[in-house]
């Protein structure tokens, strides 16, 4: 790669980066400099992609206790259906670690406010399983869906800060 066309394409990613002062109106910015944003890019992204294919199995997983809490007969359930579901939460807690890797140091004031918000909405879940408890309770197998529910519950109170540093790390 030629240094005329490395430096061109170093000028495209930091406009698209929001840096859209030329590089020759940055006189302080050294090329070193220069490469180290360039190399930010791909963690950026990365960051990202981590946490909402974090959040895509994190609903892909609270599928199957859903289902089983609903279905009055959990032994019909193909063989499949188990495995699937361990394998699914085996990549979700995969992935809450690597994002949890991913956010590590990053975790700032905007991360934290961001996570006690939604921490302070998603703490009424808690009552909301009471009502369903008191108005729909008998038609709720609840010994196939609140292990399943509590745990996964947990994990998202537990990875909400790290999620939120991922978006922006």
Same mark, same amino acid.
């Given at each position: 790669?030629?240094?005329?066309?490395?430096?061109?394409?170093?000028?495209?990613?930091?406009?698209?980066?929001?840096?859209?002062?030329?590089?020759?109106?940055? *006189?302080?910015?050294?090329?070193?400099?220069? #490469?180290?944003?360039?190399?930010? =890019? *791909? =963690?950026?992204?990365?960051? #990202?992609?981590?946490? !909402?294919?974090?959040?895509?199995?994190?609903?892909?997983?609270?599928? !199957?206790?859903? /289902?089983?809490?609903?279905?009055?007969?959990?032994?019909?359930? *193909? &063989?499949? $259906?188990?495995?699937?579901?361990?394998?699914?939460? !085996?990549?979700?807690?995969?992935?809450?670690?690597?994002?949890?890797?991913? /956010?590590?140091? &990053?975790?700032? &004031?905007?991360?934290?406010?961001?996570?006690?918000?939604?921490?302070?909405?998603?703490?009424?879940?808690?009552? %909301?399983?009471? %009502?369903?408890? /008191? @108005?729909?309770?008998?038609?709720?197998?609840?010994? +196939?869906?609140?292990?399943?529910? /509590?745990? =996964?519950? $947990?994990? @998202?109170?537990?990875?909400?800060?790290? $999620?939120?540093? +991922?978006?922006?790390?």
């Amino acid at each position: 790669m030629t240094s005329g066309f490395r430096d061109a394409l170093q000028w495209v990613i930091l406009a698209q980066m929001n840096l859209t002062s030329s590089m020759s109106e940055q *006189p302080g910015m050294s090329s070193r400099l220069r #490469r180290s944003v360039v190399a930010s =890019r *791909p =963690r950026v992204l990365w960051g #990202r992609r981590i946490a !909402f294919a974090t959040a895509g199995v994190f609903f892909v997983s609270s599928l !199957f206790p859903l /289902a089983a809490g609903i279905s009055k007969h959990t032994d019909a359930f *193909p &063989k499949w $259906w188990g495995t699937l579901d361990v394998g699914i939460a !085996f990549v979700l807690a995969l992935l809450v670690l690597v994002m949890q890797a991913f /956010a590590r140091g &990053k975790l700032d &004031k905007q991360a934290e406010e961001s996570s006690y918000r939604a921490h302070r909405i998603l703490i009424h879940a808690i009552f %909301v399983g009471f %009502v369903v408890f /008191a @108005l729909i309770g008998e038609r709720v197998n609840w010994g +196939s869906c609140l292990s399943g529910f /509590a745990w =996964r519950f $947990w994990l @998202l109170l537990y990875c909400l800060p790290s $999620w939120f540093a +991922s978006l922006r790390c």
